[in-house]
Structure formats: C-alpha cells, structure tokens
C-alpha cells in the first residue's frame, strides 16, 4: 500500500523568507502523480501545485515550486517570499495513475509565518 | 450551484444513533471519496468510488456505510455513531487520475 509521510509537523518562517515543507512516500508504481494541498483556517483544501511522475522538470506555481526526487521518493514544496496568507496546514497526496486509484495523503505540516 | 457541496455543515448526534452524511457534485466526476480529518492523523480515507455502483474501502472503513446509486450523489452513513466518529469529514471528487476536489467538510459531534 501506498503511504505518504510528512515528517514536519509545524514549521515557521519570517515573511518575504523561504520555506521548504519535505515529504517522502513509498510505492512500488513508476506512473502516479503527487500534490501538495494548503487547509487554512477556514477549512478549506486548496490544491497548490500538482507533480506528474513521468516528468523531470519539477511544477512551479508562481511563488510554489517543488523538487521531486522520484528514486529517493521525494517531493517536497518550497515557498518563496512567504506571505501571511500562507499560514495553513499543508498536506502532500499521491495518487497512483491505474484504475482504481486512491488519494492518499500524509499528516500535514502546519506552517506559522511571522510577521 | 456548480462545485461538489456537503450537508450538513455541522451535526451533533447522540451515541448509538444513525446519521448520514450527504455529498453532491456536479461536474459528473467519476471518482469520489470520503475522508476523516483528526489531528495528528491528516485525512484519512473512509470509503472512495470509481463509478456509480462501484464503491471500494479506504483506510479506515468500520462503522461506515457508502452508496453510490447516482454519478453525482455519494452518501456515507454511520450505522450506529460512536464518540470515536466525532471528526471533520471530507468529501471529494475527481476525474480520472488528477487532483481531487474538496467539498467543505462536515463537522460531525457524537455525544
């Protein structure tokens, strides 16, 4: 089975800082895809940034950037030029590409962004 | 309106009762899940859907009952609830392999 770890469970960073959220996950597939999801405080899952296993070039989305690692199993998100509005739990998911396919996600990591 | 939608938004039920928890999405996504969100556990996948009338276990599927008679409609029921339910529950949908989409989550209190 498929399982998703965070091993971070808060982190903090100063505004207009970076901050890199890591996230390791075992499959034995070559054909999935990864996501990092944001929840702030009002509940809501946001998805941030979306990673396709078969491509090489790590996602970007605008300040949000990842580097995948697929043999070490690794897809952690950094955050450029951290706002106050990225203060959220963020959460990383893997979903294998075959049918049937679940959503798994990990614990999340809880991010504080100070001012 | 367009998007998935949950109700109800918040519940309070009694132990040993029998409550449902509904789930609609319009896009005819063929995929759905329910997710519970505890702290220090993150979702958790109850019960998911790859079509209608087809519905698989999650990670944690005791007490939970699902159904899927209709693309857009997902209900999960707690047969008999149990302080142990109380969490935000989530439900989601998507299509084939990419993202999910994420209604806004039921806050479920067991007495």
């Known amino acids: 089975a498929q399982t998703v770890t965070q091993s971070q469970p808060e982190m903090s960073v100063q505004e207009a800082e970076t901050v890199t959220l890591s996230c390791t996950y075992d499959t034995s597939e070559s054909d999935y895809y990864l996501f990092w999801y944001k929840q702030p405080p009002s509940r809501q899952m946001i998805l941030v940034i979306r990673?396709?296993?078969?491509?090489?070039q790590n996602a970007t989305e605008n300040r949000f950037s990842v580097n995948f690692q697929k043999a070490a199993k690794s897809f952690s998100l950094k955050i450029s030029d951290s706002q106050l509005g990225d203060a959220a739990m963020y959460f990383c998911a893997y979903r294998s590409a075959g049918y049937g396919n679940k959503l798994v996600f990990g614990a999340g990591t809880i991010l504080r962004v100070k001012s | 309106d367009a998007g998935i939608t949950q109700s109800p938004r918040y519940k309070i039920t009694e132990t040993g009762r029998q409550v449902t928890l509904m789930c609609h999405q319009t896009?005819?996504?063929?995929?759905m899940f329910w997710y519970r969100q505890d702290l220090g556990h993150g979702l958790r996948l109850i019960y998911y859907s790859a079509a209608a009338d087809i519905t698989d276990k999650g990670e944690v599927p005791d007490g939970y009952v699902v159904s899927r008679s209709k693309t857009e409609n997902f209900p999960l029921t707690l047969e008999s609830a149990t302080r142990s339910q109380t969490s935000v529950y989530f439900c989601?949908?998507?299509?084939?392999?990419?993202?999910?989409?994420f209604g806004q989550g039921t806050r479920l209190t067991v007495v």
């Open positions: 896009w005819s996504h063929s995929y």
């Open positions: 989601a949908s998507s299509p084939w392999s990419t993202e999910a989409f």
């Open positions: 990673q396709e296993a078969y491509k090489q």
